[in-house]
Structure formats: C-alpha cells, structure tokens
C-alpha cells in the first residue's frame, strides 16, 4: 500500500515549525553545545508533548556526545536529536501493512473516549481495505446514540461497503456479533466494529465493551484479531493515559492517532513510542476520506527533520 508522503508532510507541517524549526533557530543562535542550549532544547522538546521521559534520554545523550566525542560544535545538534528520536521510535514494533491480510474475516474493533475520532477514521479504514482489494462490512455497535449509527451508515455509502445495524438502544454486542456471522456468510473479508465513546446509561464503558469483544470471539473464536483505540493527538499526555485504561481493559493490539493535521505537539508520537508498548498504526491528517496514513517511524521523521 502506497500513501502520499505529500499528504504526511502537510499534516505534519504544525510540529514541524514548532519543533524542528524552533529547535533550528535555537542552534543557530549557539555557536557551541553549552548548557544554556541544551536547556533550550529540553523546553522545546517538553513543549512539543515529546514527553519528559523520552526528552530527558535525549538531552542525557546530546550530553554524553557532547563529552565523549568532545563535540562542541552546535552544526550538528540536529542530526544528533534526529538519530535519537529515530532509535526511539524504531522500538515501536510495526509490521509491514495492516492491509496484508488473508484471514475471512478479519475482524478489527475500534474503541476509544467520544469525539477521538473513531467513526471517521472506521470510514478511511473500510476505504484503505476496499482499495486494496479487501470487501469490508461495518457494524455500528454504538447504538446509544441515533446520529452515531446514521454518521456510519454515511460513511458506509460514501466508502460503498456493507452496513450492519440495528436500532438506537439495541445491545451493541448482538449487532457486532450480527455483522461477524454476515460477513461469515457472505464470504466479506473484512469486519470494523464501531463503539460508544460514552453511554448514556448507568452501564460502564469499558464493561460494554468487554461483552462486545467477547461476544465477538463467541462468533468467530480467534476474533476480535485487531483491537484499535483512536488517541486525539491535540489531547497530548491525556492520549497516553486513555491508552494505559484501555489497553488494561481490552489488549490493544495498535493506536489510531487522529487529527495530527491539528496539532503542533505531533511529538506525542515520540511519547507514546518512549512510554507505551502499544504501537501507533495509523495517523490521522484530516477529514476527508484518503486523511489517514499507515504509521511509518522513518517517513515520520524523514518529513519531520526533511
Ligand atoms: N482534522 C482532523 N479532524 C478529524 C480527524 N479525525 C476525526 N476528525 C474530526 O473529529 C470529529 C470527531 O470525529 P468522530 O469520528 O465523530 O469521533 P468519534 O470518536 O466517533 O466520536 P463519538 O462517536 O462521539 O465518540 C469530527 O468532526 C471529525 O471530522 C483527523 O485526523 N483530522
Ligand atoms: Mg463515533
């Protein structure tokens, strides 16, 4: 599957000046690494959301060049920091192509807090799968709101695929096992299933979902194959504690970081990498339809530091 390197540079175009252009203008004002750099840089890191974790390690290894390779000259702090944010976001353990799939059917669940972005980025999957080939049927197990199921059932048009459904206040687990037996029986290679981010019950969240996962694997028993949470990457460090719930809850098998187009702090990517064991699998650039990109840890730097 081939992406638009074009479409990842411009919805990263907000971090890049406020992290690698700012990080530029700091180096250019010190001829040496001194401490008063490397103080400007940490603050820079901090304030693109890179985390105090992964920030710290990098500070802490611009500092043992700096003493070990006695290198003094600040020409080539970028390179530096550019190779370690590299080392830290190639531990983040990502495959080759989620689209490379031949098992019938593939199930994926999608969850995540309301407004993430879940039901958009569902309709940029379906479409990705559709264009590589794959038939996809999406299941809208948010029953709990009527214009949550009729914003999919959009989605399912506008991406020409399957649609299961049932009414508003319907038990959203019986339409994910629904749509799972429809895809068994009319041979659909692809399931999403689609979720509350809150219920307007007394019922608990990560309770409802946990019987959709269930009754999901009670249809099809080596199902869900892909539990996905769809991170909000302007929400900076709330992300990553809403992955450590979930995850806890669910098993998350990789995170959707949406609306990266939005933000300036795009360093939650080097966070996440730093923090989590989830990976990031896709990133979301926007609204429209083609606005998501399988995550590449290279692509992400090269058109970050490019
Ligand atoms: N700029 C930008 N906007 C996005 C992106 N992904 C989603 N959005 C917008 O974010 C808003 C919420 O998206 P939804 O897909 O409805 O989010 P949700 O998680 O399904 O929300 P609930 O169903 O209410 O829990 C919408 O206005 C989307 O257009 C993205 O990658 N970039
Ligand atoms: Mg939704």
Redesign the pocket.
Known sequence: MKFSIKRLRDGLSKTKDNLVGRIKSAVSLHAKIDDELLEELEEILIKSDVGIGATERVIEELKERVKSEKEKDSARVVDLLKNEISAILRSDNHRESFFDINLNPYVVLVV?V????????IGKLAHTFKQNGKSVVIAAC?TFRAA?IE?LEIWANRVGCDFVRSTPGADSASVAFDAVQAAKSRGIDVVIIDT???LHTKVNLMEELKKIKRVVTKAEPEAPHEILL?IDATTGQNGVQQVKVFDEALGLTGLIL?????TAKGGIVIAIADELKVPVRFV????KIE?LDEFSPGDFVEELFG
């Open positions: 995540g309301n407004g993430t972005g879940k039901t958009t980025s948010d949550a914003q509350a981010g809150r769809a949406t609306k990266l187009d939005g979301g650039l926007g609204e606005d």
